[in-house]
């Protein structure tokens, strides 16, 4: 069964501090995983695919197939980060996003 | 470039009545998703159409729930009738191709059912 795991219901930091959002999968086999995030008041919106191996906003994100895990890095947090992150998986055949629960994350100044 | 839209954006229905939302996926984009997200959960995917094609509904949770899309392009999501379990926030995406290509979602539409 395809599943994502977050979980940390809310993430919270001080401004400059590190960010790491957890993500753990499961799939037996191969995903393509994202994360997508929600500002206040705007609609889910793709931040990082595991394709790309880009980062975004300051945000990398490293495939771990041994740990199953694609868990979300920003070095130095900054106040316009706060928002609902999630991550998100597709499979093989298949289009759909299986979403995790959502981690919230604050930044405090 | 307009995005995906949504209507309404909010539904305050009573439990048995119906209730129809629509969606508008960006022009060009043969993949149209909808997904909701029930309070307290995670978001969860119902269905897939490539073009006016249902790909996949195997999120559909049960037959009182019916998408259509028309000519490919927009689609509608009735409830009929309503339960008190399908409150919530119903979003619709749109992709150009499938799988790694991102999906850009609508604002989505919040159901209340009382």
Known sequence: ?109 | EAGVTQFPSHSVIEKGQTVTLRCDPISGHDNLYWYRRVMGKEIKFLLHFVKESKQDESGMPNNRFLAERTGGTYSTLKVQPAELEDSGVYFCASSQKWRSYEQYFGPGTRLTVT
């Open chain 1, 1 to 109: 069964a395809q599943r994502v795991t977050q979980p940390e219901k809310l993430l919270s930091v001080f401004k400059g501090a590190p960010v790491e959002l957890k993500c753990n999968y499961s799939y037996s086999g191969s995903p393509e995983l994202f994360w997508y995030v929600q500002y206040s008041r705007q609609r889910l919106q793709l931040l990082l695919r595991h394709i790309s191996r880009e980062s975004i906003k300051g945000f990398t994100a490293d495939l771990n197939k041994g740990e199953t895990s694609f868990h979300l890095k920003k070095p130095f947090a900054q106040e316009e980060d706060s928002a609902m992150y999630y991550c998100a998986l597709t499979g093989e055949y298949g289009n759909k996003l299986v979403f995790g629960a959502g981690t919230i994350l604050r930044v405090k100044s």
